[in-house]
């Protein structure tokens, strides 16, 4: 079998979770602060219990078109709260929140050098499941990320999630290449579903996170601070893709 491709996830991937305890508690901080300067009489508290599985919710209905899935959230919880707020208020608020989240995060050490070699001889691409385009673009911009891809699909942009098979679609039309040549890189089981049903090759990264990367929960949120993988490729770290598919 021979690897022309390796696509990979961003977050846990090449992006490595800090403590996401505090980034949910300064999440919820930034949100709070944000919705009381526009108007909320809520306390901290109560919107904790308001916001609690945030993206774990049904996408909501679009009331502009305009809006990312996560802005669309924001919109939806200012109109629960009976917030009646300008589409520029909530992207404003949106980009705030998203980046005090983002400051628990970092990049990969190694990130740089495995992209830059990988590049060399390789197809690459990043598919992602995330609400918020703007921000991951943003993001890649920043950590000078982009240059490496030669695809870049983030779900909200799509319409489709993994573990949906079909979100990688666009990658192999943008890089020419087949399924079967591929690697995916993930840090999760939906990575590995999706990648295995898409026809590729499943790697996956195994890191330590502190605290839940995916979503925002009251349970397991400290307000005072404010598949299978039996068949999988597992590494420890990104160096290791050189060992095996260079």
Known sequence: MTINGIFFDLYGTLLVYGNMDAAWSD???TLHEQLSLRGSIHSIESLAKTCDQFYSKSEPTPRQRNLTVFEQRIQNLCFDLKLNLA????KIIANKVANAWQKHISLDPEAHHILHTLHRSKKLALVSNFDHPLHVHSVLRKLDLTPYFDSVVISAEVGVKKPDPRIFDTAFEQTAMKPKEVVYVGDTDDDTKAARAAGMVPVLIQRNCEGNAFDFSVNKHNLEQAGSR???????KLSELLTHFL
Do not use: F, N
Request: glycine share 0%.
């Open 27 to 29: 999440w919820l901080r």
């Open 87 to 90: 589409v520029e208020e909530i």
């Open 230 to 236: 039996l068949d999988v490729r597992t590494i420890t």
